[in-house]
């Protein structure tokens, strides 16, 4: 709240609202009903075998002949091609990348897919920004697991999950008695193992931006700027590479490690007092009014749509812009200083990293 009592629109984050946790405890209400799976990637690959080991019937679905559904036909799963799973499936989960959900919607799945089907997503961002319109009656949900598809597979086996968020952005037109797009999408947080963590409601639009912000803004972007910067400083100060890239990119494990399984607070106990004393001096110079500038306006291109219509324009347009950056990225020092650090650690390939 503003001083004169009105609202400013923004939340301080003392007073933040928690978020709204569903049992979904039970994958039942999929069972009997058919189950596709379109894509075998990171994402498809686990969601697919998890459901199986479910109980759950599923097939999956992708381009004629493509070295996915070889994969999934080797693993054991029936094969069809993608318009025939969106005709003929009560819910057809789309793990495909993000920027070909419009042409695969309109060319497969728009044609064939009838109110009362459920289309799922794993990320929110097609259909937030309106590059997937579906037709009414259909339910659109969306279980987006907070990790990636070998993590969520491997806590699979092991009896555990991971937490996912859980949306529906439209219910299904649902003959009476049958379970309704919610449900459905609860049976599939459940079925790939999420529901024994924890699965967070949320929306389309809260999990497409904030999934956006962050890897723009921390995971990937920050992440990597930062790590380049400091890498380039200390080489550029006369420090060798080797030295530079341990230091500055090796590490990040050692201390993500640390957060991902004690939080901020534990981070910082176990840290070194010196480690500690130089987080205080060093977060706020680097974390400075430029970067939250810097941060407002990444958030401002994501939530109008601008960063989604640049990529999807790239992609459309033979994705050159993407691709130049990526061997631009790929050539950069820090990758021959990266890959004399990971020499240093042979056992890195057998225990499955590289
Ligand atoms: N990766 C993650 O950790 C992660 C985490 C959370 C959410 N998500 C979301 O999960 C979804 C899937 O991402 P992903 O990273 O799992 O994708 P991915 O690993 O890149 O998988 C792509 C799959 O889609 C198929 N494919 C690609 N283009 C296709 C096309 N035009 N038509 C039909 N099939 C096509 C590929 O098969 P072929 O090329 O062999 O045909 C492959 O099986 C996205 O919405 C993403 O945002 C991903």
């Not at 686990?46 to 559904?69: C, E, T």
């Not at 981070?267 to 430029?290: C, K, Q, V, W």
């Amino acid at each position: 709240m503003r001083p004169d009592g009105e609202k400013s629109g923004k939340i301080s984050v003392m007073e933040a609202p928690p978020c709204p946790l569903e049992p979904c405890l039970s994958a039942d209400a999929l069972r009997g009903r058919r189950v596709a799976v379109v894509g075998y990637g990171n994402q498809g690959r686990a969601h697919a075998l998890n459901l199986r080991d479910s109980g759950i019937d599923v097939r999956v679905a992708g381009r004629p002949g493509s070295d996915a559904r070889g994969r999934a036909a080797s693993d054991g799963f029936g094969t069809l091609d993608t318009r025939m799973a969106a005709g003929q499936s009560d819910l057809v989960i789309l793990a495909l990348p993000d920027e070909v959900h419009a042409e695969v919607w309109a060319h497969d799945v728009a044609p064939v897919i009838q109110a009362g089907q459920v289309a799922g997503f794993i990320h929110g961002s097609s259909i937030h920004f309106g590059l997937v319109r579906p037709g009414a009656g259909i339910g659109i949900v969306m279980v987006a697991p907070k990790g990636p598809g070998t993590t969520l597979r491997a806590r699979f086996q092991q009896g555990q999950g991971i937490p996912a968020l859980l949306a529906v952005q439209q219910e299904r037109d649902a003959a009476g008695g049958d379970p309704s797009a919610h449900a459905l999408a609860c049976a599939w947080a459940a079925g790939i193992g999420c529901g024994r963590a924890g699965v967070v409601r949320t929306s389309f639009e809260a999990e497409a931006v904030t999934d956006l912000f962050g890897e723009q803004a921390v995971l990937c972007g920050g992440m990597m700027g930062l790590a380049q910067a400091a890498f380039e400083t200390l080489v550029e100060a006369g420090y060798p590479p080797l030295l530079a890239y341990t230091e500055c990119v090796h590490e990040i494990k050692q201390v993500a490690d640390l957060l991902y399984a004690r939080g901020p607070a534990g981070m910082r106990r176990a840290i070194s007092n010196t480690a500690e004393f130089g987080t205080y001096r060093a977060a706020p110079l680097i974390a400075d009014e430029h970067v939250r500038t810097t941060m407002r306006r990444l958030l401002d291109e994501i939530r109008s749509g601008e960063f989604t219509r640049r990529m999807q324009s790239d992609h459309d347009a033979g994705a050159t812009w993407f691709r130049a950056a990526r061997e631009a990225a790929a050539a950069h020092p820090m990758e021959r200083a990266g890959a004399e650090v990971r020499a240093l650690m042979p056992w890195l390939e057998a225990e499955g990293h590289a």
